[in-house]
């Protein structure tokens, strides 16, 4: 299925495994050009080479821990011609859900919803 996306610009927190590393795969599916953002810098260049290699797209790498300040207003400043922003960034607690603290659960709320654009 086309969505009309190809030739846009995806920022996607988060992007090295998992939910947003799927995402990654699936964007640069559809032709976008992405922006991997991750905690890990040789996460992030294995991740980059394979979806280059699957789909040709383009792929920029950020090793950021967006749970810092400067790290997050480091992003806008690399990257200002963002089209799609997928704000995947986890900081879920470690334990099961109901086992959690609710401040652990907000905590990961906050960081999913907020990191990119505080």
């Given at each position: ?13 988060g992007?090295?495994?998992?939910v947003?590393r ?10 976008c050009?992405?922006?991997?953002v ?10 980059r080479?394979e ?16 749970t ?33 603290t ?17």
């Amino acid at each position: 299925m086309d969505l009309g996306l190809r030739g846009r610009t995806a920022l996607i927190t988060g992007a090295t495994q998992g939910v947003g590393r799927a995402t990654a795969n699936c964007l640069a599916g559809e032709g976008c050009n992405l922006i991997l953002v991750a905690r890990t810098a040789s996460d992030l260049a294995r991740v980059r080479e394979e979806l280059i290699t699957a789909t040709g797209v383009e792929v920029a790498t950020v090793a950021a821990d967006l749970t810092k300040a400067e790290d997050r207003a480091s992003l806008p400043t690399l990257h200002p011609g963002v089209d799609i922003v997928i704000c995947n960034t986890g900081n879920t607690p470690s334990d099961r859900w109901p086992r959690s603290t609710r401040r652990a659960g907000a905590r990961a709320g906050n960081s999913n919803s907020t990191a990119t654009w505080r």
